[in-house]
């Protein structure tokens, strides 16, 4: 069962969680004692529990997996923000006449 302080959302909100840079790491608790649903539980970077609701678990498996593989890719890295460019995602090298490509 979830606890008060976790935050229940779909699953397509925890993958923009990631493309926002703010999961930081998944997994997935099963729900019931025959394993036929699970739900998957993820830790933002401010320590925050986010949880999708108890869905089926092939669903449960792909939606981790998914994440599991923006996070290793580390999309979540490429993100333009008033702060900051991120320098790995813009190109700065000059062409043939001199000209930088942006």
Do not use: Q, W
């Amino acid at each position: 069962m979830t606890d008060g302080n976790e935050i229940i959302m779909k699953g397509r909100d925890l993958e923009s969680l990631v493309f926002m840079g703010r999961l930081k790491s998944v997994n997935v608790e099963f729900c019931d004692d025959e394993k036929k649903f699970a739900r998957v539980v993820g830790i933002t970077d401010t320590n925050e529990k986010v949880s999708t609701e108890c869905i089926p678990i092939r669903a449960a498996g792909k939606i981790s997996t998914v994440i599991k593989h923006y996070l290793r890719l580390g999309v979540g890295n490429y993100i333009i923000s008033n702060e900051k460019v991120s320098s790995s995602n813009v190109d700065t090298e000059e062409d043939e006449n001199g000209s930088e490509n942006s």
